[in-house]
Structure formats: C-alpha cells, structure tokens
Nanobody, 120 residues
Framework: QVQLVESGGGLVQAGESLRLSCAAS????????MAWYRQAPGKQREWVAA???????VYSDSVKGRFTISRDNAKNTVYLQMNSLKPEDTAVYYC??????????????WGRGTQVTVSS
C-alpha cells in the first residue's frame, strides 16, 4: 500500500525556519503530483503548496514568497522549506499525493501529519 510519512515538525519562534519532509512509496512518487496541506484546530484543511511530477510548483497566497516545495525523486521525498514563520502558520501539516492534489476531496493518498507550532 502507498505510504506517506511526514517528519520535521516542531516548535519554533516567529521568524525562524523549519524544513518538513515526506517520504513516499517509490512506486507512486515519480508519477504523481505532491502537495502539502495544513489544518489548525477548529479550521478546515487548507492547501499550502503543490509540485507536479515534472517539477512545476504553485503556492497559496498565504505562504507565497516564504515557503518552497521541492522533490527528490532519487529519495522518494518531497520537502517543504518554511521560512519567516508566523504564529498563524501553526497547524498540523499533511503530505498528499495523487493525480489531483489541489482539491482535498480528490486526493487519494495522505500522510498522518506532523505538528508545526510557531510561538510569538
């Protein structure tokens, strides 16, 4: 079965950086788009960034210019470099994979999430 495992979350102060990683099954990584979502308590899951199998990237307005999504096909891993973190970035961050990854209801594969907490 497809497995997505996130890591790299933690507690940081505002303005600092974190790098999240998502290790994916080798059988699906190279042929699927990848994305990052986040969900804060009491809020809906929010799309953050996506990267196609060809390396094209797109970001939500809330993180554009601060976050960078990338993928390493040799390691079957997708990353989310988060710079200039703000308290409002606090959430559980989820890795997603599939043909369509910008609509939560259409995403076939999800990781279990990693907590990111940004203090002021």
């Amino acid at each position: 079965q497809v497995q997505l495992v996130e890591s790299g979350g933690g507690l940081v102060q505002a303005g600092e950086s974190l790098r999240l990683s998502c290790a994916a099954s080798g059988s699906i990584f190279g042929s699927n788009a990848m994305a990052w979502y986040r969900q804060a308590p009491g809020k809906q899951r929010e799309w953050v960034a996506a990267i196609s199998s060809g390396g094209n990237t797109v970001y939500s307005d809330s993180v554009k210019g601060r976050f960078t999504i990338s993928r390493d096909n040799a390691k079957n891993t997708v990353y989310l470099q988060m710079n200039s973190l703000k308290p409002e970035d606090t959430a559980v961050y989820y890795c997603a994979a599939g043909t369509i990854v910008v609509a939560p209801s259409r995403v076939p594969y999800w990781g279990r999430g990693t907590q990111v907490t940004v203090s002021s």
